[in-house]
């Protein structure tokens, strides 16, 4: 356990020193929010009554979406390990006396937490200065609050645990970025990435349901603001441990498989 | 030409990792098409926006994701131009006798964004004959020119972003908000986001120019001849931007790598 407590203290605070970087995606990601918040305001003004949640909740998720953007976006891959993999640099990986998928895993977990770090607070901060409807309002209740907290974290270790999958293709097809923008492109759908998953039609969103990705980003942030509450939290709490304990063992399996017959690319 | 010889060699380099091209186009392809089907979806829960219908709206997405992934194919060399002056490949196309900007040009086609450009003729095979537009010879016109504008002003802000290399080194990621925003909001008439960000959108970044005036002339809600010549004007977008690149280059230090 302890050498994966330094290999994340060391990835954490490495990526901490990209700060112009993090001002950088700051102001992109306030801007996002902003011009999607606006975009969903036109749709509101044009049919009030169509619209599937309260339009202050709508803020919220918006605003907590482009905070966290870097814990629960796919896309957020790590470069260095598809190149590992390529280059046969896994080679060295493998030789250390250390598990492949949890060494992944905490790299994964510790460049993700410490880029949202740097970013969330300053976002959501402003956020919640802007008028009403359009800020970032408090949770709903102590409760959902509560219920947020743990779901986010729940759904922050699925999206690591789905990545992984994305990572272990590479094994198979070496060359990562088809498999890369295919599963990027196709999760930014589902978890609700470029709208939020009650916008959709009832049965597209019972389909999404049966989806680990539905438990990602959408289940949190809908709690945070009430928008889902009560026992259908808890509904949600076990598909995501289901969700989590099926994509762990996927992974491992699939991993262990494609270590038996890995071809180190020389190098 | 030189430059046929350039893209013939991307072309063939590019067709060497087949898998890799089709996936990467599909890719290109499932991106836009998850964007196509958030309009679709938002159009089943509310008819209309700002008077806005969905063919209309399609019209719209397809002109500003056709020009976006042209400009994106051809113009991509000043997309990854902070690694051409990271990496010192800059300094030797200094000394080689051709000018810069046609060497930075050439220097990358990406033909994958065909994914992209399908779904926008896809999205146009559909949206022409059902947007119910009488296709008059001046609305073929306004088409074209808003593509060609369109082309010009993305390919315009690709030359900024590169630019700012000069002094920075490294991209900058708050121009994503005009070329990739740009693309991703743009696929609903500027009008709807308020007044305030069309006046941005059109007396700052010229999007407006090629991507709202015109289009409000081509579905017929404006039969101001001016707005079917707007996007000529978005074209001198292109004069600024080479002014900034030249202020820029001469201001270029090596980073001595």
Known sequence: MKQYLSLFRIRFINSLQYRAAAYGGMVT?????FMTLLLFRAFYKSGAADFPMEFSRLSSYIWLQQAFLTLFMIWYFDMDIFNSITSGNVAYELARPVDLYKMWFTKNVATRLSRATLRSFPILIVAALLPKPYGFSLPYSFTNFAMFLITAVLAFLIVMAFCMLVYIS???????????????????????????LPFLPDNVQRIIGLT?????????????????AGAEMFRGIMLQVFWLAALVFIGRLWMNSALKRVVIQGG | MLYGKYFSIHLKSQMQYKTSFFLTALGQFLTSFSVY????????????????????????????????????????GFDTFPTIISNGEFDRMMVRPRSVIFQVLASKIEFSRIGRLLQAIIVFAYAIPASGISWTYDKIVT????????????????????????????????MNIFTDGGREFGRYPLSIYGEGVLKFF?????????????????????????YMFLPLV????????????????????????
């Open chain 2, 234 to 257: 978005g074209m001198l977008f292109l004069i600024p931007c080479y002014c900034f690149w030249r202020f820029g280059l001469r201001h270029y230090k090596s980073t001595g790598s």
């Open chain 2, 37 to 76: 089907l958030s309009i679709y979806f938002m159009f089943e829960r509310f008819n209309r926006v700002e008077g806005f219908t969905y063919t209309e709206v399609l019209l719209c997405f397809a002109v500003v994701l056709m020009a976006f992934s042209l400009a994106e194919c051809f113009f991509r």
């Open chain 1, 212 to 228: 680990p990705f539905a438990s990602m980003q959408n289940l949190p942030f809908l709690i945070y603001s009430g928008h889902i």
């Open chain 2, 143 to 174: 088409l074209l020119l808003m593509l060609i504008s369109g082309i010009t002003v993305f390919s315009g802000l690709f030359i900024i972003y590169a630019s700012f290399a000069f002094f920075t080194i490294e991209g900058l990621e708050f």
């Open chain 2, 202 to 226: 059109t007396y700052v970044i010229p999007t407006a120019l090629f991507q709202y005036y015109p289009f409000l002339y081509l579905i017929g809600r404006s039969d101001n001849l001016l």
């Open chain 1, 29 to 33: 990601q306030f801007f996002w929010g």
């Open chain 1, 170 to 196: 590479t094994f198979y097809t070496m060359s990562s970025l088809g498999v890369r923008i295919v599963a990027a492109a196709l999760s930014d759908f589902l978890t609700g990435g470029i709208i939020p």
